[in-house]
């Protein structure tokens, strides 16, 4: 079906941070599948251990247990603030899986009426009913109504506004700690921490979406790791088996206890292959200096791109943490991202004028040097 604006390029290898197309031209990739690649392409070690479990044991069903899922929850709980884990197949499902979590967890605890969400204007959490619902963008919602209803949008950055919306209805915060799709917004210093007091005290939970900025994307495992607070409830998606289709529901385990047996379910979820991947995933990135690195690559691009904003005006704000950058233009961005296609490099551009890099987090200096040389000549080219 046509539901994507897909460009005309047929990729049909990678490496690292390279892919190639069917011609053979060769591309710098700074979009890494919409941060999912994070370790590159075709890492070695990835693959090597999906392969040696596809010839053991590719699925069971969760009415067993199985190693690599297994040993991929205990890692996943050992580094982060979470007790219990509920593995699905992509973002749009885990969130469905937090609001489900949120709404019973008040059911259980307060009784019935207590389901509403308080969720961010300009978010994103997926294309699945609820998930779609909870997002805080109206043209993604246009011809699908009625939505699930149980939602309170409020402007992101704005403590006051989440604090005016808690009423007797209100059963959790949903928040992506920064806003990707959005336009790769950061929250100032106090909001994540506010939001922690305000649900704190109101009884309510609180959910990250770290389904873009987790698994290393921002030079820490998880984002909210940058601002001194944890969640009650956590998304994971996009990186943590570097392509292969795994989303992760972590929580406290008070929160986790409102799921009950019968309660939740998802056929695929977990299965030992995609989970023997996310484990050499989890390897790698607790690997030592793996984030130094990566917060080392993020300085030296933020200093590039805040030279790139000296020499283009066009270039409105430069903003980002770690791996993910956004550059607000005060015009459209499509013909940028041509450009710099034509010359080998792959970006995206989200609501229409934030050109937003997601490169792998295994880049050399080499390589911001050479995507930043493009992006260069792509700006002269179409903002001369
Ligand atoms: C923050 C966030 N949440 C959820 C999703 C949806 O994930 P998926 O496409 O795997 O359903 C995305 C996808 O871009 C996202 O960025």
């Not at 207590?114 to 246009?142: C, D, M, P, V, W």
């Not at 296609?341 to 792959?346: A, F, I, N, Q, Y």
Request: proline share 4%.
């Amino acid at each position: 079906m046509q539901t994507y604006g897909r460009q005309s390029l047929v990729l049909v290898r990678g490496d690292g941070c390279r892919v190639w197309d069917a011609d053979g031209k060769e591309y710098l990739d700074f979009v890494a599948g919409l941060a999912v690649c994070n370790l590159g392409h075709a890492h070695p070690e990835v693959a090597r251990a999906a392969a040696e479990q596809l010839t053991k044991l590719v699925h069971v069903s969760n009415l067993y247990y199985t190693a690599p899922m297994t040993e991929l929850a205990e890692e996943l709980v050992r580094l982060s603030f979470a007790d219990r884990v509920f593995f699905a197949n992509s973002g749009a499902e885990v969130n469905e899986g937090a609001i489900k979590l949120a709404r019973r967890y008040s059911h259980e605890k307060y009784g019935p009426g207590r389901h509403f969400i308080i969720s961010t204007y300009n978010s994103f959490h997926g294309r699945t009913l609820g998930a779609l619902s909870a997002t805080g963008q109206e043209k993604f919602h246009k011809g699908f109504e009625p939505l699930l209803e149980g939602f309170i949008f409020v402007p992101f950055n704005d403590l006051e506004a989440a604090a005016r919306a808690v009423d007797e209805r209100v059963c959790a915060v949903l928040v992506e700690p920064i806003q990707g799709e959005g336009g790769v917004c950061l929250p100032d210093a106090d909001y994540l921490p506010g939001l922690r007091r305000l649900c704190d005290e109101k009884g309510l939970l609180l959910v990250f979406d770290e389904v873009q900025t987790g698994l290393g994307r921002t030079g820490k495992l998880f984002a909210h790791e940058h601002y001194g607070v944890t969640p009650d409830v956590m998304t994971l998606a996009k990186g943590i088996a570097n392509g292969l289709p795994m989303g992760a529901l972590l929580a406290t385990e008070d929160a986790a206890g409102a799921l009950v047996p019968g309660t939740h379910a998802s056929t695929f979820g977990g299965g030992p292959v995609i989970a023997a991947a996310a484990l050499a995933v989890l390897r790698q990135m607790t690997g030592p200096k793996f984030m130094d690195a990566v917060k080392a690559r993020g300085k030296y691009i933020r200093r590039g791109l805040v030279r790139l904003q000296k020499q283009f005006p066009v270039i409105k704000e430069v903003r980002g943490l770690g791996l993910m950058w956004g550059l607000e233009l005060t015009q459209e961005g499509a013909a940028l991202v041509n450009a710099c296609r034509e010359r080998s490099l792959l970006i995206n551009c989200t609501q229409g004028n934030i050109i937003r890099l997601l490169p792998p987090l295994v880049l050399q200096r080499r390589d911001l040097d050479q995507a930043l040389e493009i992006l260069h000549d792509g700006f002269k080219a179409v903002f001369p």
